[in-house]
């Protein structure tokens, strides 16, 4: 009798092994799964309220995140043509924003996750010795665009464009008076809806950033909220 128990036992010992096999495997490729979903990496980038200098506050990183469809960016990387970097520096564009030195006055914007090598956005900064008026316009043009009541005149047109004007008195003799800021969406880098409100958003805060790096936020205009805009 005692050797039949043992022979039973042994007959038990391949099924109990296949057992704790299935066992071990399962608890491997649980922890497999937890570790790639716990180690994926985010996407490279930063960001919307670190771009451009840190130039946009909260309402208009958000309204950014609206018109991109992402969350994070990267901005031009390494150095232009004066050995300086590429990456916005709002000091260093009112340093220059006098001259014709376009490189050091824009700031250009990429989606973290776009490898096309085409921009989202530019804005730039130049400064200007008149300003556009609405009453000035075509008719056909105002049918197009949209007018916010910010600065000395601020318009957005179709999907792919932001603008404003802006006093900002130079200290220089012979100096423009006015500011021109601009923002460019790359035509295939569009959005579907038209966000005319978040584009003049994004446009009017980091305006607010080169007005107060150029001493002239009071003359500037530019509030701390884009009202609504009109058509005519």
Do not use: W
Request: hydrophobic residues 35%; proline residues 6%.
């Amino acid at each position: 009798m005692a050797v039949d128990a043992i022979s039973r036992n042994r007959e038990r010992l391949p099924s109990a092994r296949t057992g704790l096999v299935i066992l071990l495997a399962a608890t491997i490729l649980s922890g497999l799964a937890g570790c790639s979903s716990n180690d994926k990496k985010s996407p490279a980038g930063v960001t919307a309220g670190r771009l451009c200098d840190s130039s946009l506050d909260a309402k208009a990183a958000a309204s950014l995140d609206h018109v991109s469809g992402v969350s994070t960016y990267d901005e031009l990387p390494g150095k232009n043509d004066f050995g300086e970097p590429n990456k916005f520096s709002l000091a260093r564009a009112a340093a220059h924003i006098g001259t014709t030195l376009s490189q050091r006055t824009k700031c250009t914007v990429y989606r973290a996750s776009d490898d096309s090598g085409y921009p989202l956005l530019d804005i730039t900064f130049s400064r200007t010795s008149r300003y556009p008026k609405k009453s000035n316009l075509p008719l056909y043009e105002r049918s197009y665009r949209m007018f916010y009541p910010i600065g000395l005149y601020a318009d957005t047109g179709k999907q792919n464009s932001a603008s404003l004007y802006f006093s900002c008195p130079a200290k220089q003799k012979d100096v423009p008076s006015y500011v021109m800021a601009r923002m460019y969406i790359t035509s295939n880098q569009r959005p579907v809806s038209d966000p005319s409100k978040d584009r003049m958003t994004v446009l009017n805060s980091v305006a607010r950033g080169m007005a107060k790096a150029l001493g002239c936020s009071s003359e500037s205009g530019l509030p701390v909220n884009v009202p609504s805009g009109t058509q005519s």
